[in-house]
Structures are given as C-alpha cells and as structure tokens.
C-alpha cells in the first residue's frame, strides 16, 4: 500500500522473517532485527532492546532502511 512498514524481529528468527516475506512477494520488506531474547527480559532490558530498534525504525519509515 506504500506506507513503510518496520517489522521487529530478534535476530533468532530474521531468517524466518525473511523467508516469509519472500513467499508473500514483499521483497521491499526490511526487518528491523534486535537481540534475542524477549521473553525473560527485565524492563531495563527490554528498553535497551526498545533502543536498539528506534534508528532501524526511523530509517525504514524515511526510506534508507537496512539491517542494523
């Protein structure tokens, strides 16, 4: 539809992320990849995670997006 789209991902699954965007013929697609885990992180932790997605975000929205 034209909007630029950033999609999260930890770097555990950005193959899996990739895969799915080229089967869905979104090749223009760029995930935004932070580290993994998630999932037993602590709130400080889960910001740092938070701030390593910001620049990827804000590249992919002005259209200069690229992995990390």
């Known amino acids: 539809m034209g909007r630029p789209t950033a999609v999260i ?19 223009d697609l760029v995930p935004v990849v932070i580290d993994h885990p998630l999932s037993t992180l602590t709130d400080a932790e889960i910001e740092a995670r938070a701030e390593q997605a910001v620049r990827q975000c804000v590249a992919v929205w002005c259209g200069q997006g690229s992995h990390r």
């Open 9 to 27: 991902v930890t770097a555990e699954f950005l193959h899996e992320a990739e895969v799915q965007r080229d089967a869905l013929g979104m090749r």
